[in-house]
């Protein structure tokens, strides 16, 4: 038994003996720890006429190996002052050799004659070669005191020259935004354009020289700079986006600079892919208005109708519309809580029902002829007792070439054999010219593809005739429409992208 213990010990000493030659194994291949390089300090300040300036950087530890490190300084900033080693590219690379614990990089400020406020130059350290780690402090600002008497030199004030120009999306050329500058002698500094726009993006919708980031770019000033220009171009996108505003305004100066009245200048993109389509009209007559403006989306559907009527007191509201994953109009958002459903049968709207705050009011089936006219509807209404009335049908005639002949609408009478013949309406004599703004009984079906030149009434035993006089822009397309009657002067100016 004491031998066995004494050859377990015997056995455990060697296994120890082993383990610390492992243990000093894996000490001695241990790999040398990065040398830590830090700005000393992160800031300080010289006066504008002072000679060589030195920062220093420092060294946690005797740098093991040669090696360099890289600095950067903003090209806005470096106008103010010379380095040793020199500015290459906004970049100043430093080398120094094994065993250095600390680097110094040699600043003079560049002295003027102009009380332009005191500057700021920060230097940032972003490259340590292999073997070294950039430390916590990796940035240092360097304030330069302006030693000329306050207010010795005249403030700069910047405006814009307004240009207001409209681009058309398919020109390529570059427009120039001109900012003016009132103490150009004495003139240092920068000022800061801000591009604001709802619809446009930089880089999908225009571009400007210099690029914006984020929106913005700084224009730099030096003296005798009478004038900065902003270079801008549409970019022809191939989609329908609307004609875009894009407001550039003046948000920062620096230096003398000082912003002056004009801070703001404006283009118009005007998209090509709308061009020429109908945006809408205003009628006026002698006791009502009605405006009617039209909005696409990007594959050229009607997405927003906005209404202005005035009759006489104004009213709002807008028509939005919303499409399935098959491109059928399956929804309009008239008003807050009520909305107009579309159901389909083999392509084509058989029911629309009225929403009103999530119960359906009013419900009209649809029926269309062999050549893919409506050639009638009927309407129901909700009644008190939750139950649908027939209220009215619709019969549609049409001439040969698709245009609107005559609408009939019937009422219900006690004979549900022989309804009642309420109204008549007739339309004669058309033109042989695209109408845009025709009768739809069905969003996106033409009822009128050409200009009615004539209308008649029948109603509540009157018979009413009413003639329509057009005049035409320089393409041919109809600009304004004139409508006189009994009783009636109504005129009609429309408008297109």
């Given at each position: 038994?004491?031998?066995?213990?004494?050859?377990?010990?015997?056995?455990?000493?060697?296994?120890?003996?082993?383990?610390?030659?492992?243990?000093?194994?894996?000490?001695?291949?241990?790999?040398?720890?990065?040398?830590?390089?830090?700005?000393?300090?992160?800031?300080?300040?010289?006066?504008?006429?002072?000679?060589?300036?030195?920062?220093?950087?420092?060294?946690?530890?005797?740098?093991?190996?040669?090696?360099?490190?890289?600095?950067?300084?903003?090209?806005?900033?470096?106008?103010?002052?010379?380095?040793?080693?020199?500015?290459?590219?906004?970049?100043?690379?430093?080398?120094?050799?094994?065993?250095?614990?600390?680097?110094?990089?040699?600043?003079?400020?560049?002295?003027?004659?102009?009380?332009?406020?005191?500057?700021?130059?920060?230097?940032?350290?972003?490259?340590?070669?292999?073997?070294?780690?950039?430390?916590?402090?990796?940035?240092?600002?360097?304030?330069?005191?302006?030693?000329?008497?306050?207010?010795?030199?005249?403030?700069?004030?910047?405006?814009?020259?307004?240009?207001?120009?409209?681009?058309?999306?398919?020109?390529?050329?570059?427009?120039?935004?001109?900012?003016?500058?009132?103490?150009?002698?004495?003139?240092?500094?920068?000022?800061?354009?801000?591009?604001?726009?709802?619809?446009?993006?930089?880089?999908?919708?225009?571009?400007?020289?210099?690029?914006?980031?984020?929106?913005?770019?700084?224009?730099?000033?030096?003296?005798?700079?009478?004038?900065?220009?902003?270079?801008?171009?549409?970019?022809?996108?191939?989609f329908i986006v609307g004609n875009s505003i894009v407001k550039f305004r003046i948000s920062e100066t620096s230096g003398n600079i000082l912003k002056g009245a004009l801070l703001e200048d404006s283009i118009t993109i005007l998209d090509d892919e709308l061009r020429g389509m109908p945006k809408g009209y205003d009628?006026?007559?002698?006791?009502?208005?009605?405006?009617?403006?039209?909005?696409?989306?990007?594959?050229?559907?009607?997405?927003?109708?906005?209404?202005?009527?005035?009759?006489?007191?104004?009213?709002?509201?807008?028509?939005?519309?919303?499409?399935?994953?098959?491109?059928?109009?399956?929804?309009?958002?008239?008003?807050p809580g009520r909305d107009l459903l579309y159901q389909y049968v083999n392509g084509r709207i058989a029911v629309e029902q009225k929403i009103s705050n999530g119960e359906i009011v009013r419900y009209t089936e649809y029926d269309y002829d062999q050549f893919g006219n409506v050639n009638g509807y009927n309407i129901?209404?909700?009644?008190?007792?939750?139950?649908?009335?027939?209220?009215?049908?619709?019969?549609?005639?049409?001439?040969?070439?698709?245009?609107?002949?005559?609408?009939?609408?019937?009422?219900?009478?006690?004979?549900?054999?022989?309804?009642?013949?309420?109204?008549?309406?007739?339309?004669?004599?058309?033109?042989?010219?695209?109408?845009?703004?025709?009768?739809?009984?069905?969003?996106?079906?033409?009822?009128?593809?050409?200009?009615?030149?004539?209308?008649?009434?029948?109603?509540?035993?009157?018979?009413?005739?009413?003639?329509?006089?057009?005049?035409?822009?320089?393409?041919?397309?109809?600009?304004?429409?004139?409508?006189?009657?009994?009783?009636?002067?109504?005129?009609?100016?429309?408008?297109?992208?």
């Amino acid at each position: 038994m004491k031998k066995l213990v004494v050859k377990l010990i015997g056995i455990s000493l060697l296994a120890f003996y082993f383990l610390a030659c492992d243990e000093d194994r894996i000490i001695e291949h241990d790999p040398v720890s990065p040398t830590n390089i830090q700005f000393a300090k992160t800031d300080s300040a010289v006066s504008e006429g002072a000679s060589t300036s030195l920062i220093w950087l420092s060294f946690d530890k005797p740098a093991a190996s040669a090696g360099s490190i890289r600095l950067s300084i903003d090209p806005q900033d470096a106008k103010h002052i010379n380095t040793t080693p020199a500015l290459t590219g906004g970049q100043i690379t430093i080398n120094f050799s094994k065993g250095a614990s600390k680097v110094s990089l040699a600043v003079i400020p560049r002295n003027n004659s102009t009380a332009d406020g005191n500057r700021e130059v920060v230097v940032t350290l972003n490259y340590a070669s292999n073997g070294f780690m950039i430390g916590v402090r990796k940035s240092f600002q360097l304030k330069i005191l302006d030693d000329e008497t306050p207010g010795h030199a005249n403030q700069s004030h910047v405006n814009f020259i307004p240009a207001n120009l409209s681009i058309k999306e398919e020109r390529a050329e570059w427009y120039e935004l001109q900012i003016q500058v009132s103490e150009n002698a004495t003139a240092e500094g920068s000022a800061t354009i801000e591009a604001l726009s709802e619809r446009a993006q930089h880089g999908l919708h225009f571009l400007t020289e210099p690029a914006l980031n984020n929106n913005r770019v700084r224009l730099a000033m030096l003296p005798g700079t009478a004038v900065i220009k902003l270079k801008v171009k549409a970019i022809n996108d191939g989609f329908i986006v609307g004609n875009s505003i894009v407001k550039f305004r003046i948000s920062e100066t620096s230096g003398n600079i000082l912003k002056g009245a004009l801070l703001e200048d404006s283009i118009t993109i005007l998209d090509d892919e709308l061009r020429g389509m109908p945006k809408g009209y205003d009628i006026s007559s002698t006791s009502w208005g009605l405006r009617k403006e039209i909005e696409y989306d990007a594959m050229g559907r009607v997405a927003k109708v906005l209404w202005n009527s005035y009759t006489p007191y104004h009213r709002q509201h807008a028509d939005t519309y919303y499409y399935n994953d098959r491109g059928e109009l399956n929804r309009i958002n008239t008003d807050p809580g009520r909305d107009l459903l579309y159901q389909y049968v083999n392509g084509r709207i058989a029911v629309e029902q009225k929403i009103s705050n999530g119960e359906i009011v009013r419900y009209t089936e649809y029926d269309y002829d062999q050549f893919g006219n409506v050639n009638g509807y009927n309407i129901h209404h909700l009644q008190p007792d939750q139950t649908f009335k027939l209220t009215s049908t619709t019969v549609l005639l049409y001439y040969t070439d698709g245009n609107l002949y005559k609408k009939l609408v019937y009422t219900p009478s006690t004979d549900p054999e022989n309804p009642y013949l309420s109204s008549t309406d007739t339309y004669e004599n058309y033109l042989d010219v695209s109408n845009d703004f025709g009768i739809e009984f069905i969003p996106g079906i033409k009822a009128q593809p050409k200009l009615p030149g004539s209308y008649r009434v029948e109603a509540n035993g009157k018979d009413l005739h009413y003639t329509f006089s057009y005049q035409f822009a320089s393409d041919g397309k109809p600009s304004k429409r004139t409508v006189v009657g009994p009783n009636t002067f109504e005129v009609a100016a429309y408008h297109y992208y």
